[in-house]
C-alpha cells in the first residue's frame, strides 16, 4: 500500500547497493526513492535517509573516510541530529562512523580475507525503529560481503552500548548461541549492528536489502523495512 513516507538513499561513486537498497524501499513503500547524489549537499526533505553498501572511493585511504566527508553527509549529520532515522549497511556503516555518527571503527576482517556468504544474526534490541518487527532474541539469516567489517572499539564504549541496549544485532550460531566460530570478520563481542545514543542511527555490516524478497532466496530482512516504512509513515 502506499504511503506518504519519503526516503532517500545517497549514492557514492563506488556504491553497489543503492539500487538493491532502493528496490527494497520502495516495495516496503510502495512509492519512489529518491537517488541523491553525494556531491550534492542540498538534501531534500525526507523522511528516512540509507547509506547504502559498496566501495565508496574505492576505499582508498580508508574504508568510508572519504565519502564521510561529501558534501551531502553535513545535512545527514544535521537531520540526524534533528532525528530523523539514518540506516547504514555495511560500507554505510563505515561512512557513519567515519562521520561521526556512531562510535568504533570498522577494521580489515581478522582473516584478512574478503568475506561473502550468509550468516545468522541474533536482535539484541527489536525496541527501536529499525526492528520492531522482530522479537527480541530471534534468529535470523542475512548475508555479508565485506572486507573490512571488524567492528573494533575500546572496552568502556563496548560496556556502554551494551549497558544502553545500543547493540542491535550480533553474529550467533543458528541457535542463537554467540560464539567464535559464529563471528566472520573478528567483530568484537559478535556486534554486527550498533544504534547511536538516540536510537535513530542504525549502523549494520550484513545486507537485509539482498534477503527481503522470496525471490533472492529468503525474507529476513523484510521486517526491517516495512517495519521502518510503518514506523515513518504512522
Same mark, same amino acid.
Given at each position: 500500500m502506499p504511503t506518504n513516507a519519503k526516503a532517500a538513499v545517497i549514492v557514492f561513486p563506488g556504491s553497489n547497493c543503492d539500487r538493491d537498497m532502493k528496490v527494497a524501499l520502495q516495495a516496503a513503500m510502495g512509492g519512489?526513492?529518491?537517488?541523491?547524489? *553525494? /556531491?550534492?549537499?542540498? =538534501?531534500?526533505?525526507?523522511? $528516512? %535517509? &540509507?547509506?547504502?553498501? /559498496?566501495?565508496?572511493?574505492?576505499?582508498? $585511504?580508508?574504508?568510508?573516510?572519504m565519502a564521510a566527508n561529501s558534501p551531502v553527509?553535513?545535512?545527514?549529520? &544535521?537531520?540526524a541530529g534533528r532525528g530523523v532515522p539514518v540506516l547504514g549497511v555495511c560500507n554505510g556503516f563505515q561512512i557513519l562512523t567515519e562521520a561521526g555518527l556512531l562510535p568504533g571503527a570498522l577494521m580489515r576482517n581478522a582473516g584478512i580475507n574478503f568475506v561473502c +556468504?550468509?550468516?545468522? =544474526?541474533? %536482535?539484541?534490541?527489536?525496541?527501536?525503529?529499525?526492528?520492531r518487527q522482530y522479537q527480541e532474541g530471534q534468529? %535470523?539469516?542475512?548475508?555479508?560481503?565485506? *572486507?573490512? /567489517?571488524?567492528?573494533?572499539?575500546?572496552d568502556e564504549t563496548l560496556d556502554r552500548l551494551e549497558g544502553e541496549g545500543r547493540v542491535a544485532f550480533r553474529y550467533c550460531n543458528p541457535t542463537g548461541a554467540v560464539t567464535r566460530e559464529a563471528n566472520p570478520n573478528g567483530s568484537r563481542r559478535n556486534i554486527a549492528g550498533i544504534l547511536n545514543k538516540t536510537g535513530n542511527v542504525l549502523g549494520m555490516m550484513p545486507h537485509?536489502?539482498?534477503?527481503?524478497?522470496?525471490? $533472492?532466496?529468503?525474507?529476513? /530482512? +523484510?521486517?526491517?523495512?516495512?517495519? $521502518?516504512?510503518?514506523?515513518?509513515?504512522?
Open positions: 519512489d526513492v529518491i537517488m541523491h547524489w *553525494h /556531491g550534492d549537499a542540498d =538534501l531534500p526533505d525526507v523522511d $528516512l %535517509i &540509507a547509506v547504502p553498501g /559498496g566501495f565508496s572511493y574505492g576505499d582508498y $585511504l580508508r574504508s568510508g573516510a553527509m553535513q545535512s545527514v549529520v &544535521a537531520r +556468504k550468509d550468516v545468522t =544474526l541474533r %536482535i539484541d534490541n527489536a525496541a527501536t525503529v529499525f526492528t534468529v %535470523i539469516r542475512i548475508p555479508v560481503a565485506h *572486507h573490512d /567489517g571488524n567492528y573494533f572499539a575500546d537485509p536489502e539482498r534477503l527481503a524478497d522470496a525471490a $533472492l532466496g529468503g525474507t529476513d /530482512g +523484510k521486517p526491517m523495512f516495512d517495519g $521502518l516504512i510503518e514506523a515513518i509513515a504512522a
